[in-house]
Each structure stands twice: as structure tokens, then as C-alpha cells.
């Protein structure tokens, strides 16, 4: 039987949202953790933060800070012998968690915490009107992102950021499951309603208001389109300052520091697998093995009874994503897909959107003696993919499979991608981006040559004819042959 000093449990959950009417007012990323930080400490009813050994921060974003770590640390008074400043990654707050439950298991620490933190509402809102921000002085010469890892090709054709890349595999899946765009978009609304609707009830959410499927539906000035088939409202929502911390220790630290078993919630386990950094070296955009691999071990960890998941957080930047695990697990539409409100409703605080849905499983956990929790991770460009079951007895089971291998085997052979050919070309799936009026930039296609090999091409905003094809809501073009021709600026065309 395994001794209580290496049974992980998390004994303590801290959130924060900050919304000053006067940017000049609002606090910076460090202040939003320092703070998070103390919240969990006192959630846990006990001095564990004297006690820390081990400190995982969640990339941040919104202020270019030349040492986020050192600045945190030396706010907090805090010095453990682990401190790990994270990578770029939606899932990486689902992995530092499961790490520090590995720590504790091992005998390596003790008492370990989890942090994360955005305020790039404040810092949108004080570069707009110009204000100079009292916060902790900014690296001078930040190093912008680089997304060199994908294709030349998608960066040329402007198909490289999350917003545009999404929509690649809703369409196609869309396709792969039989059904009319009309009918998938009308499936994602309701699914965003689902996630506003327990949004509107958590007083930690950004946007705490439901919404109906028809608000999130229909394009307005309010919610106007994104890129096909995303308005706004189907869109994560990055303008928000919240932070969150999560505590975690062994349950002998816990009962000796005299927290309750039942706020004691043990980490069980999960799992961790990668699809290629470039989605055009994928070998289609029908679901990711990635994902498969690593929902088919959390549903291993609960018996394969996927009713054992009481509660469940599916990683919700844009629906298709949600859409996907539910199938891949077999659950109904009617599950409840969140604990906290989801990257549109709750706000997404960029990477940090999965701490704060872990403090709402164990708020969810500790109601129910017993019950199991489901956190699915995902960063990238469906990239990355972590699982990480909560709940049940503290018996010590601590389950850690790294799935690499079995999602590469199950990976079919990549097309080759090529351009400069001409003639017939099948859509294997596409998006149309739109400007900020509402009306249509132009269309991107990923197509399929009869050779098997892959390219991209636009549609013109003037083709409009092409335009109505790719945006039709009762028939996908997926799968439509069309004619694949030179274009201006070495971008080709594609003309249904």
C-alpha cells in the first residue's frame, strides 16, 4: 500500500479577476499570481506557502517581463529548490500539475504550486489611450514569436494563427461526421451555449452571462465573423486579467497541516501525446491521433465507463475541439463540457485557461465524495494534447503514460506538399477569413492533387461565386473539385 507521504491530493485553489475602470489601476501579471498564490493558501487553511519547495509558473504573455520568475519569487518571498518558468502552450498548466503530483510521488517535494497569470486587458486598454503602466519595468527588446516550424507555404497564405487554423479541422470534421455546415455550426452554438451557460454562474468568469445558440449563431456588429464558420462569440477571448493557483502536497503533509480529507482531492494520473508542430505535415484533419491517444487512457483510468467522469473540462478555444473529445468518448451532446465557462465565456487567459478550470474541479470534486474529474488539455494548433484525471480515493495511484509512440504509429503517411501545378484540385478543407467590417478578406483552401499530394490556394474576395461555395450551409465543400491556377504574388488560385 503506498504511504500517505507520497499520495499527491491538491489541498488548495486561489483565483483572481481584476476589472479597474482606470488602467493605471490595474495589476500586473506577478500581482494577479502573488495574489492567486495567497487565495489557495488560504483556501487550504493552512501555511504551505512558508513550506514550498516547488513553484511551476504557466507562460505569460501579456507583459514582457525580462525575469518573471525572479520578479515573482521576490514579491512572494518564496525560494523553493524547483522553480520552472513554462513554454507557449493552452495544455501546459494540465502538465505542470501532473508533474508536481509526480514530484510529491517520488519523494521529491513536499508542497508544490502551480501559477499563472494575464493582464492583457489592462495592457490593450493602457497602449489604446496611451498611458504608461507602474508596472515592473519591461524587457526593452522583447523577441517576437517565431512560427518558423510551420510551412512556408500556410504563413504565406496568412493560414498561421489559432483563429484561422481552427477552422481547417472544424470544416473537416464537420465533413467526416455527415454532416451540412449548417448542421455543425448549429451543433457548436449549442455547445457554446453550454459553456456560457455554466460561465454565467461562476463569479470568477470574465463574461458571466449565458448566451442562447442564436446569439451565438448569428453574425452582428457585436459578433461579427472571425473566420469561416467563427464569429466572435465561437472564439476565445484573450482580453482578460485573471490569474490562478493551484496547491498541491502529500495527504501525510495535509492531514499533519489539519486540512480536511474531504478538500483533499487526489491526482490519479493521466497522459501526454503530440501531433506534428505543422499541420500541413499531418496526414489529415479528421480528428488527431494525438488527442484519440490520450482521451483513450483517461477512459481506461475510469474502467472505460466514461459515466464515471462526474465532471469533465474539455479545452474549448473553438468548438471543434470539444466536438471531437465528446465523440472520441462516446458522451451525448447533453454532457455538461465544463467546470468553469470555457475561453470565450470565462475568458482565456492564454495559457492559463486550464489552472483555473482545475480550481473549478476541485470545487466541483470536493462536493462529491468519490467522483472523478476529466481535465483535457490542448495547446498549439491541435498540437498538443495532456489529459489529467482528479478525484476518487486516496489510494495512490498515480498513472503517467506518455503516448508519443502509439499516436505515431497510428499516423498515416503525410502527403507531399508541392505547389506550382495547375488543373483539377479537391478541397480537403478551407476557411474564409473576414476584415473587421464583417465582410470577407479572402478564402484559404487546403487541397488534394490527384497524385495524393497537398497544397494551399486563395479565393479572391472579388470571386464571389468560389466564396458563396466555401461558406454554403447546406453542402460542404469539402471534397468539391475545382480548378487550381497561377495567382497574384506567388499565392495560386482555386476557383470551384
Not at 442562447?212 to 482580453?239: C, F, H, V
Not at 451532446?333 to 470565462?346: I, N
Not at 474564409?432 to 467590417?437: A, I, L, Q, S
Not at 497561377?486 to 470551384?496: K, S, V, Y
Request: hydrophobic share 45%.
Amino acid at each position: 500500500m503506498t504511504s500517505p507521504d507520497r499520495i499527491p491530493v491538491i489541498v488548495g485553489i486561489g483565483e483572481i479577476k481584476d476589472r479597474p475602470a482606470d488602467p493605471a489601476q490595474g495589476l500586473e501579471p506577478i500581482a494577479l499570481m502573488h495574489e492567486a498564490l495567497k487565495r489557495a493558501e488560504a483556501d487550504a487553511g493552512a501555511g504551505l506557502l512558508a513550506r514550498l519547495d516547488a513553484l511551476d509558473v504557466v507562460n505569460s504573455v501579456s507583459w514582457p517581463y525580462p525575469d518573471l520568475m525572479g520578479a515573482l519569487l521576490a514579491r512572494a518571498g518564496l525560494a523553493p529548490r524547483h522553480a520552472f518558468y513554462g513554454p507557449v502552450g493552452g495544455e501546459t498548466p494540465v502538465r505542470f500539475l501532473h508533474e508536481a503530483a509526480e514530484r510529491i510521488a517520488r519523494g521529491e517535494s513536499q508542497v508544490a504550486a502551480v501559477v499563472g497569470a494575464e493582464a492583457q486587458h489592462t495592457a490593450a486598454a493602457a497602449q489604446k489611450r496611451g498611458i504608461a503602466l507602474p508596472w515592473t519595468a519591461p524587457e526593452p527588446n522583447p523577441q517576437p514569436r517565431s512560427r518558423s516550424y510551420l510551412h512556408e507555404l500556410a504563413r504565406r497564405h496568412g493560414i498561421d494563427m489559432p483563429i484561422r487554423v481552427y477552422p481547417l479541422y472544424e470544416n473537416a470534421t464537420q465533413a467526416g461526421w455527415g454532416q451540412t455546415p449548417a448542421q455543425g455550426n448549429a451543433e457548436s452554438a449549442r455547445v457554446w451555449a453550454a459553456y456560457a451557460a455554466v460561465a454565467a454562474e461562476n463569479p470568477d468568469s470574465w463574461l458571466p452571462r449565458a448566451f442562447t445558440p442564436e446569439q451565438i449563431a448569428t453574425p452582428s456588429p457585436e459578433n461579427r465573423m472571425i473566420a469561416w464558420p467563427y464569429p466572435k462569440l465561437m472564439t476565445a477571448n484573450p482580453l482578460v486579467n485573471q490569474g490562478a493557483a493551484v496547491i498541491l502536497t502529500s495527504l501525510a503533509v495535509a492531514r499533519a497541516m489539519g486540512i480536511a480529507e474531504e478538500r483533499c482531492i487526489p491526482v490519479r494520473g493521466g497522459a501526454a501525446a503530440n501531433e506534428p508542430k505543422d499541420y500541413l505535415s499531418r496526414d489529415q484533419f479528421r480528428h488527431a491521433h494525438a488527442q484519440d491517444v490520450v482521451l483513450e487512457a483517461a477512459l481506461e483510468m475510469a474502467g472505460g465507463e466514461v459515466g464515471r467522469f462526474a465532471h469533465r473540462e474539455f479545452y474549448s478555444c473553438f468548438p471543434c475541439v470539444p466536438k471531437m473529445a465528446r465523440r472520441k468518448l462516446g458522451l451525448p451532446e447533453s454532457a455538461t463540457p465544463t467546470v468553469a465557462g470555457g475561453l470565450t465565456f470565462h475568458g482565456a487567459p492564454l495559457n492559463n485557461y486550464m489552472l483555473h478550470a482545475a480550481c473549478g474541479m476541485v470545487r466541483a470534486l470536493r462536493g462529491e465524495a468519490g467522483a472523478l474529474g476529466l481535465l483535457y488539455g490542448q495547446g498549439g494548433f491541435v498540437t498538443n494534447h495532456r489529459t489529467l484525471v482528479l478525484g476518487g480515493a486516496a489510494d495512490g495511484t498515480l498513472v503517467s503514460r506518455d503516448l508519443q509512440a502509439m499516436a505515431d504509429a497510428r499516423r498515416g503517411p503525410a502527403p507531399e506538399i508541392v505547389e506550382g501545378r495547375t488543373g483539377e484540385a479537391e478541397v480537403e478543407t478551407h476557411t474564409v477569413v473576414f476584415r473587421t467590417d464583417g465582410t470577407p478578406e479572402y478564402g484559404a483552401v487546403v487541397l488534394r492533387l490527384a497524385d495524393g499530394a497537398r497544397t494551399m490556394a486563395r479565393v479572391r474576395a472579388e470571386d464571389s461565386a468560389t466564396l458563396g461555395v466555401l461558406m454554403a450551409a447546406g453542402a460542404t465543400a469539402v471534397g468539391r473539385v475545382g480548378r487550381l491556377s497561377a495567382g497574384e504574388g506567388g499565392l495560386q488560385r482555386w476557383e470551384a
